[in-house]
């Protein structure tokens, strides 16, 4: 198919081939459990995050969702410390998320910080999971341009 210029069905045959590997590795009780785990679960997660580099949205989402979970995380622990002209619930949790999409995004800007620990573990968890899925997308993205 990507021969005769067909690329979006090339990319649906890749992405059969690739849950058929996923289902064939479910499947493979005979082998240790130690074995065939990690290609167990890297596909799992391959699946899920990128559609096995065939499926962008789903790693866009992937960080959307990411970002809205910190975001909730940072409100609800009150380990932000907020500049001095937010007043209402509402406010805070808009500055949750401008704060949550700042440090996926590791610009840092600094003019909302942690003011505990589970703040800043919260922030390093955040920023390397944001560094990998935008190096994903950005993987996945091209993949698709490129064809």
Request: aromatic share 18%; net charge positive; proline share 3%.
């Amino acid at each position: 198919m990507q021969r005769d210029g067909n690329y979006s069905e090339a990319g649906n045959f890749y992405y059969g081939e690739m849950e058929m590997r996923r289902k064939g590795a479910l499947k493979q009780y005979f082998i240790p459990l130690t074995k065939c785990l990690p290609n167990r679960l890297w596909l799992e997660f391959y699946r899920l995050l990128a559609g096995y580099g065939e499926r962008p949205e789903r790693t866009l989402l992937s960080s959307l969702l990411t970002i809205l979970s910190f975001a909730i995380f940072y409100f609800f622990s009150g380990c932000l410390k907020y500049p001095q002209d937010i007043h209402t619930v509402f406010e805070e949790f808009v500055c949750s998320i401008y704060f949550s999409f700042v440090t996926f995004t590791t610009l840092g800007l600094g003019d909302i910080h942690p003011v505990n620990n589970l703040g800043r573990m919260l922030v390093c968890v955040e920023a390397v999971i944001g560094a990998f899925l935008i190096a994903l997308f950005v993987v996945v993205f091209a993949r698709k341009m490129m064809r």
